[in-house]
Nanobody
Framework: QVQLVESGGGLVQPGGSLRLSCAAS????????MSWYRQAPGKERELVAG????????NYVDSVKGRFTISRDNAKNTVNLQMNSLEPEDTAVYYC????????????WGQGTQVTVSS
């Protein structure tokens, strides 16, 4: 059974930090690119950060560059998102995502974890 389980969300003040983690099981983790998406109320889901299957390349949406860092540990089947200098605009549900592209694309999604940035 495929599972992506997020943890680490919560309430934090502006300027604070959180570290999100995603534990994967039920598929060959090191064959999949991993990413974090987020969705705020009334807005479309957006890609926040991505990392290739071996961790060699990362990418970020412009609004989080320099503040967020994505990483993965293929030995532990986990992907992390370190979030620093958090802003109220970062408030959203954050989702872990796995993708494998061959002749077709395979996608898996976690259930999400709430991040709220407020004073």
């Amino acid at each position: 059974q495929v599972q992506l389980v997020e943890s680490g969300g919560g309430l934090v003040q502006p300027g604070g930090s959180l570290r999100l983690s995603c534990a994967a099981s039920g598929f060959t983790f090191n064959n999949y690119a991993m990413s974090w998406y987020r969705q705020a109320p009334g807005k479309e889901r957006e890609l926040v950060a991505g990392i290739t299957s071996t961790g060699g390349i990362t990418n970020y949406v412009d609004s989080v560059k320099g503040r967020f860092t994505i990483s993965r540990d293929n030995a532990k089947n986990t992907v992390n998102l370190q979030m620093n200098s958090l802003e109220p605009e970062d408030t959203a549900v954050y989702y872990c995502h796995a993708e494998r592209r061959t002749i077709v694309t395979i996608n898996y999604w976690g259930q999400g974890t709430q991040v709220t940035v407020s004073s």
